[in-house]
């Protein structure tokens, strides 16, 4: 999972070393390094660095991670559904395979979060004047979720998914700013620049994305990852969603926190804002009573 995420920002050498390592982790982790560094068409040295440049000491270390890896894989095999999506699966597989995909996506976004970073942007979105939020194509989605989000518990929180609107709102920030910029892949422009806009104005800037190494990271303050494996029919309005939500939920959680007695009186007050709006039964599964006009 963390080398996948490492993959694009890797040099093109060490990009074979990890094609070899993903393609096969349980073999590599019984083979020297000579035997891996002669299937990637490279040198020992080159397997060192690219150990270094996924955060493990060296070779000896990375065989450890990946045998524990392999067995953590193995113990979950009875369930996996398996990977991609086949054009000839039928609708009971198609659904399986979905719901195993999703919940791994959650269960290793959560396992591969930096708590020490979320808790460093809950900080700083609990103290904030206000908050921009900028998330194009499937991530403005996410973005105008954060957005409800913060605005049901009385927080100012704006969401932008025009590039124009971003720019020129990312310029009148301040220090006592946030600015959240979303995107799968790190390399979305519009996002980046306008994150990029926002840190010059002197707000404190959030990247969350699948890629710790993306262009988005370079003008980010803190950055906060995802998990999310794509596959044929899976692209960024799928895997990479749930991802991102279940880490804006955690965001959401940890700055309600802070605001317990403002938040709940919030989210009371916002609840009964629509409840003349919802049909059908109530909360104690009596129906509601209709109403009569004179």
Known sequence: MKI???????????????????????????RSITEVAEQAGTSE????RFCKAIGVGGYPELRIALA????????????DMGGDIGPGDDLKQVVGKVAFADARAVEE??????IESLDKVVQAVAGARRVDVYGFGASA???FDLQQKLHRIGLTCFAWNDTHIALTSAAVLTG?????????TGSTAETVEALRVAKEAGATTVALTNFPRSPITEVADLVLTTA???????????????????????????VAQHHVDSAKTALEATYEAVSGHRLGARPDGRRRPRETTK
């Open 4 to 30: 996948r995420s490492l993959l694009p920002g890797l040099a093109r050498a060490e990009q074979r070393v990890a094609k070899v390592v993903l393609e096969n982790p349980g073999t590599v982790a019984h």
């Open 45 to 48: 040295t080159t397997v060192t």
């Open 68 to 79: 524990a890896d392999t067995a953590r894989s193995q113990a979950r095999a009875n369930h």
């Open 109 to 114: 976004t959560a396992e591969q979060l930096d």
């Open 141 to 143: 989605f996410v973005a």
């Open 176 to 184: 006592a700013d946030v600015a959240v910029g979303i995107s799968h």
């Open 228 to 254: 999310a494996r794509e596959t044929t029919f899976r692209s960024g309005a799928m895997a990479s969603r749930i991802a991102q939500l279940t880490v804006i939920d955690c965001l959401f959680i940890g």
